[in-house]
């Protein structure tokens, strides 16, 4: 087993077809994603004047949010806003799956529509065929893990 990182790939589902997310022509993974994850919880309590404090009745776990930043480039201006157009469109998806590989380690998410996309330009005529685009992903807490080899 070892402990760098080898092989990284993220995808997303889209109808039927599985879209790369880190191919490294048109669209790279910023370094900042998966960065860090916010567990929440739905929670219940009572309270009452005999006990102190409040009493979980109920918690279930709520939807995560998870930043995905992808740097996206084409040949010309006009390829990379294609490119920026087919990246919204899988984000904006009512339901899909992301799928994350990290050396012979694979997670799952199933995920709702992104409710907030960020296009990151940068100067006009310096970076006029690159752009990063964020997106703020809500996925279901349960997590499909498997291990690739053995």
């Not at 995808?11 to 490294?24: F, K, T």
């Not at 669209?27 to 860090?36: M, R």
């Not at 409040?54 to 010309?76: F, N, P, R, Y």
């Not at 899909?96 to 709702?112: G, H, L, S």
Request: hydrophobic share 40%; charged share 20%.
């Amino acid at each position: 087993m070892t402990s760098q990182l080898t092989n990284f790939s993220m995808e997303i589902s889209y109808g039927a077809q599985w879209i790369e997310l880190n191919d490294h022509e048109r669209y790279i993974v910023h370094a900042e994603t998966l960065q860090q994850r916010q567990k929440s919880f739905r929670r219940i309590t009572a309270s009452s004047a005999i006990v102190e404090g409040d009493v979980l009745v109920h918690s279930v776990a709520d939807m995560i949010t998870e930043t995905v930043k992808v740097i996206v480039s084409g040949q010309d201006m006009i390829d990379m806003h294609d490119n920026v157009s087919e990246l919204e469109a899988l984000f904006e998806q009512f339901s899909y799956t992301i799928r994350v590989t990290k050396n012979d380690y694979r997670e799952a998410w199933t995920c709702q529509a992104a409710p907030a996309i960020n296009v990151e330009g940068g100067q006009v005529y310096l970076h006029n065929a690159m752009a990063i685009v964020s997106a703020q992903v809500p996925r279901y807490p349960a997590v499909v893990r498997e291990r690739l080899s053995s």
